[in-house]
């Protein structure tokens, strides 16, 4: 089952194959480890809090510990895996995550867990944008959107059903568990990319390192990273989270001028020329922004607003979940068939539709009438979008720098997710009020109003720069570079 020591020279992977199924199984499995820990262990928490005698700030700490360094150090994990081995990294990534794991679960104070989890972002960093450049590279055609489609999609299912497995683990074991899981399942996936997922590389990329950008990119977008958590726990703009918010901002104007500049650039000034690549990461900024937005406001109103238990806000967006496991991998290959210009114009004017109506939730919000028709149209819009949006972002760079594309891409959409998380509820008028009925009842109308306007803008700027057919998605020579 090995494959051929550069995907870009060997013929693709057909997506119905024996070993297209494998190469989906590493992939998926692999971006799950990282996706769900960083949800799973919110569960854990009050354990963690009672066991290591842990503050507020301590717990805050253990969740965003793991975000700032997986944000800081994704353009790396891209870049690298271009000049070193797409699957190696990739490996590379999964096994530094399982030690982290390890050192998580066996933490005796609560310092060296957070400083363990930060090492977990490190290794989610490098095993995120090496999921999807492998699909890239190692898929075609039709093919390749509904490999990502279907990554998409069962990427879904596995963050709806990590709430319920992380729960069950805390209830039934030790919270230290929620991070040995990881150990098992990190084991799968090496066996499996070892045996099925063939190695790529960008055959012109320079081994040495772009130094100075590494470091500037991870200084901005930690600083950015840490200034947006900051922000949202203190509900105010500190001197400090001001500060740290300019710097991050400094930090990434400086390193486009150094990567302008530079021989060998972590990433590649040309592809922002081409309008495709910088109209689909604009569009991805507007959109993922939009939908932290919508599930944070959701969940939190349905609890404090309508009265809904814990487990029952929980499982109301379940059925967009559903849909994008039904429907991602058909909406991924009509994206290649029709273009992706149409669906991911039209999903996010469906989802801005979805969240005006979700924005007339209220007190006793009866879920069948009140939130299920927004949920509905909500996840088919989501459906329509994420897999198109996801293919035209690696499609618009050439496949050389799948792993650029991809770590661009992902890093783009953890920064939008973080800001709208915490800009929205300044925005709206709710600062600290969040557990306040009545503050958060008015808020919550204008936060789901901003997210649709979001979601509008979004469509348009795709409307505005992804061409209308696939083919005209791929790079100019010019723009190769």
């Known amino acids: 089952m090995t494959g051929p020591a550069d995907a870009s020279r060997g013929a693709p992977v057909a997506y119905r194959s024996a070993r297209g199924r494998w190469v989906l199984v590493a992939t998926v499995l692999g971006s799950a480890l990282a996706f769900i820990d960083a949800t799973v262990v ?28 997986l944000a800081a150090f994704l353009l790396l994990g891209g870049s690298l895996g271009d000049r070193f081995g797409r699957r190696r990294v990739f490996l590379v990534g999964v096994v530094w995550f399982a030690a982290a794991s390890l050192a998580c679960a066996l933490a005796p104070t609560v310092g060296l867990l957070v400083a363990a989890r930060a090492l977990q972002g490190v290794g989610g960093a490098l095993l995120t944008p090496g ?178 238990s814990p487990l029952a806000a929980g499982l109301a967006p379940v059925p967009v979940t559903v849909l994008l496991l039904l429907l991602s991998s058909t909406s991924g290959a009509l994206g290649v068939r029709l273009g992706p210009r149409l669906p991911m114009t039209v999903g996010p004017l469906v989802c801005a539709a979805a969240t005006v109506l979700l924005a007339g939730i209220g007190p006793d919000a009866p879920y069948l009438t009140a939130v299920l028709p927004g949920v509905l149209l909500f996840g088919l819009g989501l459906a329509a979008v994420v897999a198109p949006l996801t293919t035209t972002a690696l499609a618009a760079a050439p496949d050389r720098l799948a792993g650029v594309a991809s770590g661009v891409n992902n890093a783009v959409a953890r920064v939008a997710g973080l800001l709208g998380i915490a ?59």
């Not at 854990?44 to 700032?68: F, K, M």
């Not at 992380?166 to 991070?179: A, K, L, P, Q, Y």
Request: glycine residues 10%; hydrophobic residues 55%; contains cysteine.
């Open 42 to 69: 919110t569960i854990a928490l009050p354990r963690i809090a009672a066991e290591l005698d842990a503050s507020t700030a301590d717990l805050q700490w253990t969740v965003n510990g793991y975000g700032l360094t």
């Open 423 to 481: 800009v929205l509820p300044l925005v709206a008028g709710v600062g600290t009020g969040l557990t306040d009925p009545a503050t958060l009842a008015d808020g919550h109308r204008v936060a789901m109003l901003v997210c649709a306007g979001l979601l509008v803008a979004g469509g348009l700027v795709s409307l505005a720069t992804v061409p209308s057919s696939s083919d005209a998605v791929r790079p100019e020579a010019s723009d190769r570079a």
């Open 131 to 308: 999921s999807l450049a492998i699909i890239q590279s190692t898929f075609a055609g039709e093919d390749r959107g509904r490999a990502i489609g279907a990554w998409s999609g069962l990427g879904g299912i596995a963050g709806a059903l990590a709430p319920f497995l992380g729960g069950w683990i805390v209830e039934v074991t030790s919270w230290r568990w929620v991070f040995g899981i990881n150990l098992p399942l990190a084991a799968v996936v090496v066996v499996v990319a070892l045996r099925a997922v063939p190695e790529s590389v960008d055959p012109d990329a320079v081994r040495r390192l772009d130094v100075a950008g590494t470091v500037l990119a991870a200084a901005g977008l930690a600083a950015l990273t840490w200034a947006f958590t900051a922000w949202t726990e203190d509900g105010t703009l500190r001197p400090a989270v001001a500060a740290a918010l300019a710097a991050g901002v400094a930090a990434l104007v400086a390193f486009v001028v150094v990567e302008s500049r530079a021989a060998a650039p972590l990433v590649p000034p040309a592809l922002f020329r081409w309008r495709p690549f910088a109209g689909t990461n604009a569009a991805t900024l507007l959109v993922y922004a939009a939908l932290s937005g919508v599930f944070f406001f959701l969940v939190v109103t349905l609890q404090v607003v309508s009265g809904y």
